[in-house]
């Protein structure tokens, strides 16, 4: 027996199958995997166990296929699938839907006393720096969309004025706590270039050296960090519109010429002992 109420994602799948027709569950992943958001996971191992949970339900049903030279199955909703697909848009809207949605860097600004400065300023400069990668993915998403118009566009398109609006929100906070932030783009000469796939994952990847601060930053930014949690979780922009993390200043050769330095002088150091 179905259940009374579908997860977003499960419901997301029934609407695919029910809007754009039968599709293998290769082509549902794929739409999940393109997804500007790094909400939706695309893995394989969210999407075919979740397509077997709702085929047990019996909200869907697989028919085998030929695609290409290869055997697929093709899903399509049962009637019970179009029920539950209807229950999805029932009325009253609940409150979780229709209220403020969870955003995990608001609630983080909120408790921001709880860290030094520094660590306020270097928070809030790699918030600005992803917030700001994200906003130019979903920039290109939307004006890839905007030449077919329809439902698919006023959804990008109201994920660009969210994403926007995220942005302002940063810059305001960070002029309330007298903190500037600036970003070096790096971009190419067009901002609005379509984001590729790659460009997609790359935008949803954790970045991996807290130390990575963009060569255009103010000398106001601190470039201390959150110690490992920070270094886990900031640094190397995804999107690579960030500058490289700086070389050390005792690079490899540098190290290499000072070891023997050091070497040379403890030989000299035994062979003057041992004359006396």
């Given amino acids: 027996m179905a259940r009374n109420r579908l997860s977003e994602i499960e419901a997301c799948v029934l609407a695919l199958v029910s ?18 958001s790094p909400q939706w996971s695309g ?27 290869r055997r697929g199955h093709q899903i399509s909703l ?17 409150e979780w839907v229709a209220g403020v949605p969870p955003d995990p860097l608001r609630t983080r600004i909120r408790f921001l006393s709880a860290v030094s400065a520094n660590q ?12 700001q990668a994200h906003l130019l993915v979903v920039e290109a998403d ?6 077919k118009g329809g439902l698919s566009y006023l959804m990008a398109r109201g994920a660009l004025l969210s994403m926007q609006s995220r942005c302002a929100f940063l810059r305001e906070v ?27 994952r790359r935008a949803h990847r954790p970045i991996a050296n ?9 000398s106001r930014v601190g470039r201390s960090g959150f110690g490992s949690e920070l270094r886990a979780g900031a640094g190397q922009n995804s999107m690579e519109f960030l500058a490289g993390a ?17 070497n040379g002088a403890k030989k000299r150091e035994a062979a003057a002992g041992g004359t006396r």
């Fill in 78 to 94: 049962t009637p019970a699938g179009s029920r539950a697909l209807r229950l999805w848009f029932s009325l009253p809207i609940a």
């Fill in 246 to 262: 700086r070389n050390s200043k005792r690079t490899p050769a540098r190290r290499t010429r000072r070891t023997k330095s050091i």
């Fill in 120 to 131: 306020r300023r270097a928070f809030l400069q790699n918030a600005h720096q992803r917030t």
């Fill in 43 to 69: 893995s394989a191992g969210t999407i075919y166990p979740l397509i077997e949970r709702l085929s047990r339900e019996q909200l869907i049903r697989s028919k085998l296929c030929l695609t290409g030279k």
């Fill in 210 to 218: 807290a130390r990575s601060l963009p060569r255009g930053s103010t």
């Fill in 174 to 200: 960070a002029d309330a706590l007298d903190v500037r932030v600036k970003v070096d783009l790096r971009l190419a000469k067009n901002k609005r270039t379509a984001a590729t796939e790659n460009d997609i």
């Fill in 19 to 36: 809007v754009d027709g039968p599709a293998t569950p290769y082509a549902i992943r794929k739409v999940f995997l393109n997804s500007p």
């Fill in 142 to 147: 939307c004006e890839r969309k905007r030449a």
